[in-house]
């Protein structure tokens, strides 16, 4: 069993008190790489580890300045020291990082390193070669910047609710309550709140767009979501595929939440579903509250690992012990959740808008599965052999979201709220794909169509939502605000095209729960097996290490949309 001990990588190359500050300070190390001879394989393969050493050196120190910023995005420090790296040492970086990219290339012992291990290594090499334009260096340091003006903007965003201040993460909750009148003044006032900021928000995306837009150009391409397909790795499948994974969750998903919303409908007792409807519990059923602070979170979600695998709660009580969460929403927080790598240290660290409700549990335990990922790829050789697509980092962290629900009665101890979360959980299973095809076809859209008006992109953004949603919620009286409602989704403004995955790895993530329905052991091995991999197989390699077929065929698609309905008839029971 792989062991949760992390270490450091040690450091051979750099001096072990070595910090990034400057590009003065850092540089020296750039051209000493580009000026070694490399007379041997044996010298190739060292050059090879004290590059990664560099690497993950100025890749945790990037990291470290994201995770400040974004936990206290008030804090102008913070804020100067991520642009300073992005504006200052990020493009003086970037042409010798290329030249050296080109050294690998060109180098006669590079035939000889280990093919099997070293394919996909080098393959991602010569893509960032064929990409490099002198010419986007000045852009991808405004993006860089620009980029994380959506998490200070949001940041700030808060409504009063009985006159108490809450984070709008915080202020969700409120939309659980049986009482409607409370969830329709709740939900009017969050969308007020991101109303006054649309135009701010448009206006930045605007910018995003136009600068994505020219690096496309500059790089030879059409557009920029062709240009970002390539820059992702996106090897093993295409725009068509995705266009095909749209049109089967049109037909095998959306019918099924149509079920689950009249069912709420049904089970709230109303005439008309309001969007303020949606998370409501019936009268008298008090809403799901599974812990109450961030340390309970910890601590239940350690326990439901250990139940599961010893190894996964190492991992989360190693972090703890190391100080790497920061999980409670408050005002000044960036949004959204997530889990930053960090290459030398090797512990990741998780960041998260909890305020106590299942969806939190939910995140907690996504997020932790992200947090194994690092674990298990830590100890491979090379840095560059830990960057693995996200379509496989998902699959670890959404197939950590089902297999954990197997203990879930840590956080929910009374067998029918048990039952509820778990019927939650697998409605938000089916509920999420729509949401991930509708985003990834408004991508799509934008960035074929870059010229395209802020009132074009809210009609386009309109247009699908004929096409993704029910059609069972009235959103009378609330015209205004559904052509910007887009603007919630953080990817689209800080990682463009990081989307679909989601979806991708959601179908993978059900197919190792089928097998973990089977046969827990061998699912976890699987799982295990494929994350341990990192980034040295190809995608339908990773796959099928992890016993699963890389496929998100409409017949493939509907196996699983069946599955889970099985499923969810069984919690029932």
Known sequence: MPSANIQPVPRHFLPADFTVTTWENLSTYFQQLLDRNINSLTDLEQWLKDNSELEAVISE???????????????????????????DIAPQMQPIADKLHRKLIECPFTASLDQANYFTYLRSVKKNIELFREENIPLFSELSVMQQQFGQIAGKMTVTVNEKEYTLQQAAKFLESSDRTLREEVYRKVQERRYQDKDTLNSLFNQLLERRHQVALN??????????????????????????????????????????????QKAIGVDKLRPWDMEAEPEGVKPLRPFEQGNELIEKTITVFEKLHPFFADCLKQMEQMGRFDLDSRKGKAPGGYNMPLAETGAPFIFMNAAGTIDDVTTMVHEGGHAIHSFLTHPLALTGFKEYGSEIAEVASMAMELFSMEYWDVFFPDKEELKRAKFKQLERVLTILPWIARIDAFQHWIYENPKHTVEERGAYWLQLAEQYTTGLIDYSGLEKYRPNEWQRQLHLFEVPFY???????????????????????????????????????????????????????????????????????????
């Open 499 to 573: 989307y679909i995955e989601y979806g991708i790895a959601q179908l993978g993530a059900i197919g190792l729960w089928m097998q973990f329905k089977q046969n827990p052991q061998q699912a976890l091995d699987n799982y295990m097996k494929a994350l341990s991999l990192g980034g040295m197989r190809t995608l339908p390699e990773l796959y099928q290490a992890a016993g699963l077929t890389f496929d998100f065929s409409s017949a493939h698609i509907k196996t699983l949309m069946h599955f889970v309905q099985q499923e969810m008839e069984m919690v029932t029971i």
């Open 219 to 264: 790089a030879g391409f059409a557009n920029f979501r062709d240009y970002k397909f390539k820059e992702l790795g996106r090897f093993d499948y295409t725009p068509e595929d995705c266009s095909n994974f749209h049109q089967s969750i049109r037909e095998h998903v959306v019918p099924l939440v149509k079920k689950i919303y009249e069912a709420q």
């Open 61 to 87: 120190e990037v990291c470290w300045r994201q995770i400040r910023m974004t936990c206290d995005t008030e804090n102008k420090a913070y804020e100067e020291a991520f642009n300073y790296f992005y504006t």
